[in-house]
């Protein structure tokens, strides 16, 4: 009966527009995918007179969808309406969160020689002989068979654990089907890259080309690529994102791209690996003989004469020694002129990046971003323990933020109602009353991770004295509940959420600490989402310094700010001048933000 209903039920349709100057690329069109295979109802896009199935990565990206582009979302069947408002939901979201990545600003530039302009991928300065992508094929011994393989493939990509690889997870997914061959693999993905070429979205024809290559890679066909033993400039139509991280054992200098954009994933991960890069035409670049790659100022001198390779190593002597400077003194504390010691922790959102903030110098652990642990499967208490124990390893000093999703942030698993305002709905703290069960195994593998080790935890999205302490209250019968000792463990909250500045009185008689959340705190304030793609806010508005200058003379108890203002270097001085004596910030700027707090 009910297969009937769905047969002859009208679709439920709604228009949507794509607002992000990146288009609707891959990685949201992932998690948009990823979110409409959650409904039993089918789900499609129409536009310019075709329509696709919007729950397949590759059907949706083949609309080609760009900035301005209006198309028509359906849904139809078992839980069409509730798709609909949810998918809605997300996609605005989705296109709130997708940063704009801007051209970097050029400086002026003055070398005597022939110069080839180009747009900058990331910054940097090198002096080398250019040499040309070369490659080769090797096949070894395979016992796989072809579905063996994909299933390997697509654990080592949900392996990487970032939004890249997860992307092409959901990606590969949406090109293999049932009795898919290597043959017909290979087969879609050059139909689906065909469609592709020239458009906008051109540059995510390298994410298909990766896909194909770990597959094959995974059946024992090797790509080797051949680099020198001297120091070189890579020269390249473009790479593949799986090949950067091996220019990282090379005597790689620079790299430049002839057919990528600075909003390819490939760009994404060479400014990561911070490998001086550039985008022109590499056919101009003359090989075997020195070059000079300045990607501060966007140029390469083809025919650099000896001034010009005097100034540019004038240029990479200073970036080196700053680097270097603020590097060598990394793991030293962070004392201003008076001598006033600012303690810098990191900002971590897994395993990795937790090791990398140790590596970087960092005092601990001020933002545990405890989210990466909940992907598209609901993680065990057992596997949550694990990760979190590793973590607790690594560091003394760490505070956990307690699952900070809903709303904009959707996982498959966690069912909450359409929302007209995802960003005023039910997130954080608020999880507390609508999803319990998924907290309370949070907080139960927290407590077992922590060994009577000084861990906070802290809420987010409080806003009232009562949120906090129905929280506090709900962790502290779980520990009784499962007999463990939790007086080691100090609770907190976030301040993001304006009204919590009117409360701060009573705050201070419940709460152990504060850290100040100023990306949310600011979006709040101005009542204007931080990502949206035409509205801006200034986050070093008098404003926002007043509300912090409110909490830190209001606030008995320890405060920190773990927002992205933490590392801005317009305002590391205010913060150190209005009291802050802790700053959490991104991995690597600790040791910029150390160095900088040094000369306060």
């Given at each position: 009966?009910?297969?009937?209903?769905?047969?002859?039920s009208k679709?439920?349709s709604?228009?949507?527009?794509?607002?992000?100057?990146?288009?609707?690329?891959l990685?949201?069109?992932?998690q948009?995918?990823?979110?409409a295979?959650?409904?039993?109802?089918?789900v499609?896009?129409?536009?310019?007179?075709?329509?696709?199935?919007?729950?397949?990565?590759?059907?949706?990206?083949?609309?080609?969808?760009?900035?301005?582009?209006?198309?028509?979302?359906?849904?139809?069947?078992?839980?069409?309406?509730?798709?609909?408002?949810?998918?809605?939901?997300?996609?605005?979201?989705?296109?709130?969160?997708?940063k704009?990545?801007?051209?970097?600003?050029?400086?002026?530039?003055?070398?005597?020689?022939?110069?080839?302009?180009?747009?900058?991928?990331?910054?940097?300065?090198?002096?080398?002989?250019?040499?040309?992508?070369?490659?080769?094929?090797?096949?070894h011994?395979?016992?796989?068979?072809?579905?063996?393989?994909?299933?390997q493939?697509?654990?080592?990509?949900?392996a990487?654990?970032?939004?890249?690889?997860?992307?092409?997870?959901?990606?590969?997914?949406?090109l293999?089907?049932?009795g898919?061959?290597?043959?017909?693999?290979e087969?879609?993905?050059?139909?689906?890259?065909?469609?592709?070429?020239?458009?906008?979205?051109?540059?995510?024809?390298?994410?298909?080309?990766d896909?194909?290559?770990?597959?094959?890679?995974?059946?024992?066909?090797?790509v080797?690529?051949?680099?020198?033993?001297?120091?070189?400039?890579l020269?390249?139509?473009?790479?593949l994102?799986?090949?950067?991280?091996?220019?990282?054992?090379?005597?790689?200098?620079?790299?430049?791209?002839?057919?990528?954009?600075?909003?390819?994933h490939?760009?994404?991960?060479?400014?990561?690996?911070?490998i001086?890069?550039?985008?022109?035409?590499?056919?101009?670049?003359?090989?075997?003989?020195?070059?000079i790659?300045?990607?501060?100022?966007?140029?390469?001198?083809?025919?650099?004469?000896?001034?010009d390779?005097?100034?540019?190593?004038?240029?990479?002597?200073?970036?080196n020694?700053?680097?270097?400077?603020?590097?060598?003194?990394?793991?030293?504390?962070?004392?201003?002129?008076?001598?006033?010691?600012?303690?810098?922790?990191?900002?971590?959102?897994?395993?990795?990046?937790?090791?990398?903030?140790?590596?970087?110098?960092?005092?601990?652990?001020?933002?545990?971003?405890?989210?990466?642990?909940?992907?598209?499967?609901k993680?065990t208490?057992?596997?949550?323990?694990?990760?979190?124990?590793?973590?607790?390893?690594?560091?003394?000093?760490?505070?956990?933020?307690?699952?900070?999703?809903?709303?904009?942030?959707?996982?498959?698993?966690?069912h909450?109602?359409?929302?007209?305002?995802?960003?005023?709905?039910?997130?954080?703290?608020?999880?507390?009353?609508?999803?319990?069960?998924i907290?309370?195994?949070?907080?139960?593998?927290?407590?077992?991770?922590?060994?009577g080790?000084?861990?906070?935890?802290?809420?987010p999205?409080?806003?009232?004295?009562?949120?906090f302490t129905?929280?506090?209250?709900?962790?502290?019968?779980?520990?009784?509940?499962?007999?463990?000792?939790?007086?080691?463990?100090?609770?907190?909250?976030?301040?993001e959420?304006?009204?919590?500045?009117?409360q701060l009185?009573?705050?201070?008689e419940?709460?152990?600490f504060?850290?100040?959340?100023?990306?949310?705190?600011?979006?709040?304030?101005?009542?204007?989402?931080?990502?949206?793609?035409?509205?801006?806010v200034?986050?070093?508005?008098?404003?926002?310094?007043?509300?912090?200058?409110?909490?830190?003379?209001?606030?008995?108890?320890?405060?920190?700010?773990?927002?992205?203002?933490?590392?801005?270097?317009?305002?590391?001085?205010?913060?150190?001048?209005?009291?802050?004596t802790?700053?959490?910030?991104?991995?690597?700027?600790?040791?910029?933000?150390?160095?900088?707090?040094?000369?306060?």
């Amino acid at each position: 009966m009910q297969l009937f209903k769905n047969l002859f039920s009208k679709p439920l349709s709604i228009q949507l527009k794509v607002t992000s100057s990146n288009g609707f690329h891959l990685r949201p069109v992932a998690q948009f995918v990823n979110k409409a295979k959650s409904f039993p109802c089918d789900v499609t896009a129409t536009f310019n007179a075709q329509t696709v199935d919007a729950k397949k990565v590759n059907t949706l990206l083949s609309l080609s969808l760009e900035k301005g582009n209006t198309f028509t979302l359906s849904t139809k069947g078992k839980e069409a309406e509730q798709a609909l408002k949810a998918l809605q939901t997300l996609f605005t979201a989705l296109m709130q969160e997708d940063k704009e990545i801007v051209a970097i600003e050029k400086k002026s530039t003055s070398y005597e020689g022939e110069i080839l302009e180009g747009a900058i991928i990331a910054k940097g300065v090198a002096i080398a002989s250019a040499y040309i992508y070369k490659t080769e094929e090797i096949q070894h011994s395979n016992t796989l068979n072809f579905e063996e393989a994909i299933t390997q493939t697509l654990h080592t990509l949900e392996a990487e654990n970032n939004d890249i690889h997860m992307a092409q997870k959901e990606l590969l997914l949406s090109l293999v089907q049932k009795g898919t061959s290597l043959t017909m693999l290979e087969k879609n993905i050059a139909k689906e890259i065909e469609t592709l070429q020239d458009t906008k979205l051109s540059s995510k024809i390298v994410d298909y080309q990766d896909i194909l290559q770990q597959v094959k890679k995974t059946l024992g066909l090797e790509v080797k690529i051949s680099f020198p033993k001297k120091d070189f400039i890579l020269l390249a139509n473009d790479l593949l994102p799986s090949e950067i991280s091996l220019l990282s054992n090379t005597r790689i200098q620079g790299v430049v791209l002839k057919e990528t954009s600075i909003n390819s994933h490939t760009a994404i991960l060479l400014r990561a690996s911070g490998i001086p890069s550039l985008i022109t035409d590499t056919s101009k670049i003359p090989l075997d003989k020195e070059i000079i790659l300045d990607s501060f100022a966007g140029v390469v001198v083809l025919t650099p004469n000896s001034g010009d390779i005097q100034k540019a190593k004038a240029l990479q002597e200073k970036t080196n020694a700053q680097k270097a400077h603020s590097d060598a003194k990394r793991f030293e504390p962070a004392v201003t002129t008076k001598g006033k010691q600012i303690k810098v922790l990191a900002n971590v959102g897994d395993i990795e990046s937790a090791k990398l903030a140790k590596e970087q110098g960092a005092e601990g652990i001020g933002l545990l971003r405890s989210e990466f642990l909940f992907k598209s499967v609901k993680p065990t208490l057992e596997a949550q323990t694990k990760a979190y124990t590793e973590i607790f390893n690594i560091f003394d000093d760490i505070t956990v933020r307690t699952l900070d999703v809903g709303g904009d942030k959707a996982l498959p698993y966690l069912h909450i109602p359409p929302e007209d305002n995802p960003f005023l709905g039910i997130r954080g703290v608020r999880l507390f009353r609508t999803h319990p069960k998924i907290l309370e195994e949070q907080l139960h593998a927290i407590f077992l991770a922590s060994q009577g080790k000084q861990i906070k935890i802290m809420f987010p999205m409080v806003s009232t004295v009562e949120e906090f302490t129905e929280a506090k209250s709900f962790a502290q019968n779980i520990a009784q509940k499962n007999n463990i000792n939790i007086s080691h463990i100090q609770f907190g909250i976030m301040i993001e959420v304006p009204s919590v500045l009117f409360q701060l009185e009573a705050f201070n008689e419940v709460v152990d600490f504060y850290s100040i959340g100023t990306n949310d705190l600011t979006q709040y304030l101005f009542a204007v989402e931080r990502t949206h793609p035409l509205l801006k806010v200034d986050e070093l508005s008098p404003i926002v310094f007043s509300a912090l200058e409110t909490v830190i003379k209001q606030a008995t108890k320890p405060v920190s700010i773990c927002g992205e203002l933490a590392a801005n270097a317009d305002a590391i001085e205010k913060l150190v001048n209005l009291g802050l004596t802790t700053l959490s910030v991104s991995p690597k700027s600790i040791a910029q933000t150390k160095e900088q707090i040094r000369y306060v």
